[in-house]
């Protein structure tokens, strides 16, 4: 039982893990910095927005999104929104491909986890996670970035695995 709890911790509001806390050990809680601020209460502003592009059932969608880049930027995620805006999202880049955890603590809304390889193809679609839920959302392999966007917005578009995304300093599609 104490494993699956230390699990759970391990695990970020609707974000990524970051590498001290990925697998951490059974005995030890999770890393101080891998969780969102403790005076969080709203969702986060002044993100860095850039472009994204989506190529998926033989259209492009371009997309902004707010870049996630940092550890706490990464652990506090999509928490809080009220709303997302369907050209909008927030992109969660890694360094270097490393298996994806998620989770919905504290996010308000569904969205759609679209898991990017590094080259840009889609690994894996988690089509509207449930708000508040505490369950992992896993990408099921090594991944450059996890693109959040409302839920159902993949479907809307065709993202599924045959489609491709790029942004300024990740991949081209």
Known sequence: MFVGAALALALLG???QTEATANP??????AAEAMPPAEL????????????TIKAAGKTHRLTVEVARTADQQATGMMFRESIADDRGMLFPFE?????????????IPLDLVFVRLDGTVARVAANAVPLSLAAIESGEPVIAVLEI?????????????ARV???????G
């Open 14 to 16: 609707c974000r990524a």
């Open 25 to 30: 050990p059974a005995a030890q809680a999770p």
């Open 41 to 52: 209460d709203g969702p986060q502003t002044g993100l860095e927005t850039v472009p994204l």
């Open 96 to 108: 270097r491909p490393k298996p994806a955890s998620f989770w919905m603590r504290n996010t308000l």
């Open 150 to 162: 409302g839920g159902g917005r993949a479907a809307a578009l065709g993202i599924d695995e045959t």
């Open 166 to 172: 790029s942004w300024p300093g990740g991949p081209r």
